[in-house]
T-cell receptor, first 113, second 115 residues
Framework: AQSVTQPDIHITVSEGASLELRCNYS??????LFWYVQSPGQGLQLLLK??????LVQGIKGFEAEFKRSQSSFNLRKPSVHWSDAAEYFC???????????FGAGTILRVKS | DTEVTQTPKHLVMGMTNKKSLKCEQH?????MYWYKQKAKKPPELMFV???????INESVPSRFSPECPNSSLLNLHLHALQPEDSALYLC??????????????FGPGTRLLVL
């Protein structure tokens, strides 16, 4: 069965510092992977996705993620965090066929000024 | 445009009430989803509609009744809910479902409180 692990429940970074949010997945075949962001009380906004091809994917708001098959990871990065990035971030994996996304538990990002 | 809209934004209902949540998308997507999200938890899939037919029901209690009247509209009818059903209800849509890798786009959600 598919699973997604986000090891960090909370992360606090200073504004302007770099950010890396970790995501590890367990899936037998080639997964497709997503990062979503959720501000308090809001829906999920798609940041970026990996389906195939280039393992470094660029997303919105200056985020990028790198797919590493050997490490079963899809970590999210941003070189310089802004206060408005404070939110909860969810990594999700989808199957080769079908539409049932499996979400990680989420990582809450706090940005300190 | 990747917009999914949901109404109402907030809903308070008693345990004997009947209410409905509404979701719309005009992206031509043929798959639509209902998720339930409790506080500090990830979304949990409830239902999937594909080409206006129910394709997945994740063993959701019958007090939740989904309906897909057309390809743009998805409703969730609520009846005799329990306080533990209080949550954020998210709607999502994708271009198709089942046979290809698809991206799901989410609406802003309806915050439901059951008293």
């Amino acid at each position: 069965a598919q699973s997604v692990t986000q090891p960090d429940i909370h992360i606090t970074v200073s504004e302007g510092a770099s950010l890396e949010l970790r995501c590890n997945y367990s899936y037998g075949a080639t997964p497709y992977l997503f990062w979503y962001v959720q501000s308090p009380g809001q829906g999920l906004q798609l940041l970026l996705k990996y389906f195939s091809g280039d393992t470094l994917v660029q997303g919105i708001k200056g985020f990028e993620a790198e797919f590493k098959r050997s490490q079963s990871s899809f970590n999210l990065r941003k070189p310089s965090v802004h206060w408005s990035d404070a939110a909860e971030y969810f990594c999700a994996v989808g199957p080769e066929y079908g539409n049932k996304l499996v979400f990680g538990a989420g990582t809450i990002l706090r940005v300190k000024s | 445009d990747t917009e999914v809209t949901q109404t109402p934004k907030h809903l308070v209902m008693g345990m004997t009430n009947k209410k409905s949540l509404k979701c719309e998308q005009h992206m031509g997507h043929r798959a639509m989803y209902w998720y339930k999200q409790k506080a500090k938890k990830p979304p949990e899939l409830m239902f999937v509609y594909s080409y206006e037919k129910l394709s997945i029901n994740e063993s959701v209690p019958s007090r939740f009744s989904p309906e897909c009247p057309n390809s743009s509209l998805l409703n969730l009818h609520l009846h005799a809910l329990q306080p533990e059903d209080s949550a954020l209800y998210l709607c999502a849509s994708s271009r198709t479902s089942g046979y290809t890798k698809e991206t799901q786009y989410f609406g802003p959600g309806t915050r439901l409180l059951v008293l």
